[in-house]
């Protein structure tokens, strides 16, 4: 077995949790604390509840929302702006990838100076960052846990992958409750980008022992409770499902991800495909692309979906891919890629993009971006 | 499901790893650091390898090897003066428990200041530790990865417990290859003291979704892999044993253990019985005393010892623990306490000490003095 490195932050996991941000705060030194959220997680009212329990230990804070989704080099820019002109000193993020993936942006410059692009791809990071509490509002990008951001570069139309060590924040505050304002809508793509974690960590080609339990763990809880959570939207299976997204994180933020994430990550940058939903469209496709590659494990994937082994691995993989395929008619999203994205000419240069995303490096089969471009064929 | 936090070391994992020892001290910011080992690892030749390690790349260290099987308090004393004298700034250990244990005694005070024995019991540790990189030579302490030490107070002939998240290494770097100089006799109570990490913490009142997963995953690995091992000294197992005993380590620092841990340290502070041999005795009758309190987790344990379950959880966890047993015969090894303690007449003031173990607070059923004396008894 090759030398493997492992790595997660330190986790505060519960109903309430919220109430530990303060504490957390303290205990990393924290003089003025830069707040990073944006519009949707303030209307659902949990900003006021973080300032609130900041307020109550009399800390001192700066907020900044400007964030939007496949969050823009511009609003990383502005927040270092803030960060700077505030001399904040320690970094708290409240929301989904979005302000999380942001809010690690922001820390990244503040503490090495330069332009986000300067940092593209893995290790590029010289110096530690200002200390992380992060406090996911939904679940998927997991950000709270990886050493993962993805900016958009807008002059370029690209998303742009970091991947650095010291981009895993200190401390992650994974309150499920606040799960509790999710509309079934809004938890969807997620749970999409987490099954899409838990397969591609899986068989990644860095996977290890320490990364396959979590990616197992991961789909299991998902497959399990995905149905009725999206049918009643209760606490009991939200918790579940943030326990599963974790898992899903702690996988894949050192076993990487594959294929289906550059696949996502070009159709989100040219586009502004929601990254979940290019993954509800992708996985299957991907997955099969994938499979002669590594039919051992995609059998034990589709052993945990549907809970049994057919004749040969190839048959029980493909079982599981068929009944992700299911799920998804079920939920009743879309199934074709032409739904969202009417026009299939750009495709082409989303290939060209895709294959040279940094994901491209951790999946189990190589693919030319002739492949890459067929599979947005099949997929559309 | 109450709040809970799970916090583990950064790893390095794998063959060959040593080397990257250098590299984490001076990540660390290293520019004397304090290597702590012990005369038997200096012997099987490690020390000169790690400190050959550290001259490849003109890193300045101190070295100390004072330390014995169950280290003493004294010891924890002469560390701390020779790091101060020498001005170190980054602790490096080398071997198992005893030196890593001693390392962390060491920093916990040169950053504290005070005795060691100020510290006993659970979060009584204030500031920071310096850095510490953490190699482990055998399994079984897993120190490496824990929030834990145990140091015994010789006046009192009591092994302390100490618990802080601060305790827990920054870096562990495990590397399998260390493991192939230790003998089939070095290797078996080690083994026992993993398997009582993955059972105790698996049935702990704090036991979460992110402590099961690795109590169970060490379980099995241990179950698997612990007579081929003792059979070939192969690598291969050897590796998966490392594996193991992580694993048990990452569920065990976060979950903590039970009555056999507050059995066992009572027997090593008073008699100096090795730490892992008092498992080895006790984990079957702690097993059965504790079955009424946790049935179904019991029945998952035997399920996973035996490969199978039986009619109701109470005999699937009893053939569980009637496996152990047999393991135990089949290895040779000791199978009654008398065969080590010959008298048995200071085993009542054992249980009065072990009724005030820290470890007591986490067993999933109550034990008064006498409950723990007729537990000795039943291993006499």
């Given at each position: 077995m090759d030398?493997?490195k492992?790595?997660t932050p330190?986790f505060?996991?519960?109903?309430?949790s919220?109430q530990?941000?303060?504490?957390?705060?303290?205990r990393?030194?924290?003089s003025k604390?830069?707040?990073?959220?944006?519009?949707?997680?303030?209307e659902?009212?949990?900003v006021?509840k973080?300032?609130?329990v900041?307020?109550?230990?009399d800390?001192d804070?700066?907020y900044?929302?400007d964030?939007?989704?496949n969050?823009r080099?511009?609003?990383?820019?502005?927040?270092v702006?803030l960060y700077?002109r505030?001399?904040a000193?320690?970094?708290?993020?409240?929301?989904g990838?979005s302000?999380?993936?942001t809010?690690?942006?922001?820390?990244l410059i503040?503490s090495?100076?330069?332009?986000?692009?300067d940092?593209?791809?893995?290790n590029?990071?010289?110096?530690?960052l200002?200390?992380m509490?992060?406090?996911?509002?939904?679940?998927?990008?997991?950000?709270?846990?990886?050493?993962?951001?993805?900016?958009?570069?807008?002059?370029?139309?690209v998303?742009?992958?970091?991947?650095?060590?010291?981009?895993?924040p200190?401390?992650?505050?994974?309150d499920p409750?606040l799960?509790?304002t999710l509309?079934?809508?809004?938890l969807?793509?997620?749970?999409?980008?987490?099954?899409?974690h838990?397969v591609?960590s899986?068989?990644?080609?860095?996977?290890?022992?320490f990364?396959?339990?979590w990616?197992?763990?991961g789909?299991?809880l998902?497959?399990r409770?995905?149905?009725p959570?999206?049918?009643?939207l209760?606490?009991?299976?939200?918790?579940?499902?943030?326990?599963?997204g974790?898992?899903?994180?702690m996988?894949?933020?050192?076993a990487?991800?594959?294929l289906g994430?550059a696949?996502?990550?070009?159709l989100g940058g040219m586009?502004d495909?929601?990254?979940?939903?290019?993954?509800?469209l992708?996985?299957?496709?991907?997955?099969?692309?994938n499979?002669p590659?590594c039919?051992?494990k995609m059998a034990?994937?589709?052993?945990?979906?549907?809970?049994?082994?057919?004749?040969?691995?190839?048959e029980?993989?493909m079982?599981?891919?068929?009944?992700?395929?299911?799920?998804?008619e079920?939920l009743?999203?879309p199934?074709?890629?032409r739904?969202?994205?009417?026009?299939?000419?750009?495709?082409s240069?989303?290939s060209?993009n895709?294959?040279k995303?940094i994901?491209?490096?951790?999946?189990?089969?190589e693919?030319?971006?002739?492949?890459?471009?067929?599979l947005?064929?099949?997929?559309?």
């Amino acid at each position: 077995m090759d030398v493997f490195k492992f790595a997660t932050p330190e986790f505060i996991f519960g109903r309430g949790s919220l109430q530990y941000a303060s504490i957390c705060a303290k205990r990393l030194g924290a003089s003025k604390i830069f707040v990073v959220s944006d519009p949707g997680v303030e209307e659902a009212g949990w900003v006021e509840k973080l300032l609130d329990v900041l307020r109550a230990e009399d800390l001192d804070f700066v907020y900044y929302c400007d964030v939007s989704p496949n969050p823009r080099d511009f609003q990383v820019r502005k927040g270092v702006e803030l960060y700077q002109r505030e001399e904040a000193d320690v970094i708290m993020a409240l929301g989904g990838g979005s302000p999380m993936d942001t809010a690690k942006g922001i820390a990244l410059i503040v503490s090495n100076g330069g332009d986000i692009r300067d940092y593209e791809g893995a290790n590029q990071v010289r110096n530690p960052l200002p200390p992380m509490v992060f406090i996911p509002t939904t679940m998927g990008s997991e950000s709270n846990i990886s050493q993962f951001t993805v900016i958009t570069d807008l002059e370029r139309r690209v998303k742009m992958t970091l991947i650095s060590r010291t981009l895993v924040p200190n401390i992650s505050i994974s309150d499920p409750l606040l799960l509790g304002t999710l509309t079934r809508e809004l938890l969807i793509p997620p749970l999409y980008d987490s099954l899409a974690h838990a397969v591609e960590s899986y068989v990644s080609p860095i996977a290890n022992p320490f990364t396959e339990v979590w990616s197992l763990k991961g789909l299991d809880l998902l497959i399990r409770h995905i149905r009725p959570a999206l049918e009643h939207l209760h606490i009991d299976d939200l918790e579940q499902l943030a326990i599963a997204g974790s898992s899903s994180g702690m996988a894949f933020t050192n076993a990487s991800v594959g294929l289906g994430h550059a696949l996502a990550h070009s159709l989100g940058g040219m586009f502004d495909v929601v990254h979940g939903t290019a993954h509800s469209l992708l996985l299957p496709v991907v997955m099969r692309y994938n499979l002669p590659a590594c039919k051992e494990k995609m059998a034990k994937i589709g052993e945990i979906i549907t809970g049994k082994r057919y004749g040969s691995d190839e048959e029980t993989a493909m079982a599981g891919i068929a009944a992700l395929e299911e799920l998804r008619e079920e939920l009743g999203i879309p199934c074709r890629l032409r739904e969202i994205l009417p026009d299939r000419t750009m495709l082409s240069q989303a290939s060209h993009n895709a294959v040279k995303d940094i994901c491209m490096l951790t999946n189990p089969r190589e693919a030319t971006w002739k492949d890459i471009l067929n599979l947005y064929y099949e997929a559309w």
